[in-house]
């Protein structure tokens, strides 16, 4: 019995004489990417418009999620959502624009505004660092007034 009681001893002497920044510093960290697509078309609603109840824009947002896993030294989850904004129409369009995101409890919001032209392509870059998934989200893209040329 009391031989089993001097191990004991032993092994916590030993367990907590352990330097554990060697443990952490040689944990391998992995990393996982997903990559998410999310379009939205932004309809012309002025009855006054050529492009009346048209897609008057595509805005499609693309979101990199990347996280790490092996060990708790491993960095955190980080994300990036980049969004471009196409011009299917004829002409030359100028317009301003409200994006409205939300997914369960993560809401966020990007205002900004846009000259492109016909067939053309807008890369804005980042717009929002959440990690709130795209695909699964309700997103609402306002403009009060889109100016042909």
Request: proline share 3%.
């Amino acid at each position: 019995m009391k031989d089993n009681f001097i191990i004991f001893l032993i092994s916590l002497l030993f367990l907590f004489s352990c330097d554990k920044s060697d443990n952490l510093s040689n944990e391998t960290c992995v990393k996982s990417s997903v990559d998410n697509i999310a379009t939205v078309n932004l309809f012309d609603r002025n009855p006054q418009s050529i492009y009346y109840n048209q897609v008057a824009a595509n805005f499609k947002f693309s979101q990199e999620s990347t996280s790490y896993y092996g060990g708790i030294s491993c960095p955190p989850m980080n994300c990036n959502t980049t969004l471009s904004i196409f011009n299917p129409t004829s002409r030359k369009i100028i317009f301003s624009y409200n994006i409205y995101f939300s997914l369960n409890n993560v809401s966020w919001n990007y205002q900004g505004a846009a000259t492109i032209l016909s067939g053309g392509t807008y890369n804005l870059g980042q717009v929002n660092s959440s990690c709130a998934n795209i695909s699964y989200s309700n997103m609402i893209i306002q403009s009060s007034n889109i100016i042909y040329q």
